[in-house]
């Protein structure tokens, strides 16, 4: 129990009887704990960040005539022309034309839709094979 102690002590700058640092309290110890901490804060808040900005701007390159679309500003249309970095988009029912730019582009309800779909058809999928084992195991019983 006193090794532990001693070493538990010694590694946190708490020595037992004797003077002198411990691990955190030297030079080298400082430098692991900062770059330990810019680490963390990398994987906590940096890498998200990078990922759903890539996914956003995957989206709005994805955006192709026909797609359902919602702006930054909350207009809703539908993509007629495609130019670039400039979409023409539709909207209302007296067809009013807008133009907008790629940037613009907050959600893609067409692209949203397919994914809903695709998953449900996964999971109605996982389903099914799921009652297939279950009456195999009942046959098997049999």
Same mark, same amino acid.
């Given at each position: =129990?006193? =090794? ?18 411990? #691990? #955190?309290? $030297? ?10 901490? #810019? &680490?963390i804060m990398? #994987? ?7 990922k759903q ?7 709005? !390159?994805?955006t192709e ?13 539908? *993509? *007629?022309?495609?130019?670039?970095? *400039? ?7 007296? +067809?009013? @034309?807008?133009? *907008?730019?790629?940037?613009?582009? +907050?959600? !893609?309800? $067409?692209?949203?839709?397919?994914? @809903?779909?695709?998953?449900? +058809?996964? %999971?109605? &999928? %996982?389903?099914? &094979?799921?009652?297939? @084992? %279950? ?6 019983? @049999?």
């Open positions: =129990m006193n =090794m532990i102690t001693m070493a538990l002590g010694s590694l946190f700058g708490k020595s037992a009887g004797t003077s002198g640092g411990g #691990f #955190f309290s $030297s030079t080298w110890g400082m430098i692991a704990l900062i770059g330990g901490m #810019f &680490a990398y #994987f906590l808040m940096i890498r998200p960040q990078n900005r890539k996914a956003e701007e995957e989206l709005r !390159n994805s005539i026909g797609d359902d679309v919602v702006t930054i500003g909350g207009i809703v249309g539908k *993509v *007629v022309s495609v130019k670039d970095d *400039v979409l023409i988009i539709e909207t209302g029912a007296d +067809r009013n @034309k807008m133009k *907008v730019t790629r940037w613009a582009i +907050r959600d !893609n309800l $067409s692209k949203q839709q397919a994914q @809903k779909e695709a998953m449900e +058809r996964a %999971k109605k &999928a %996982k389903e099914e &094979a799921k009652e297939a @084992k %279950k009456k195999e195991k009942e046959a098997a019983k @049999k």
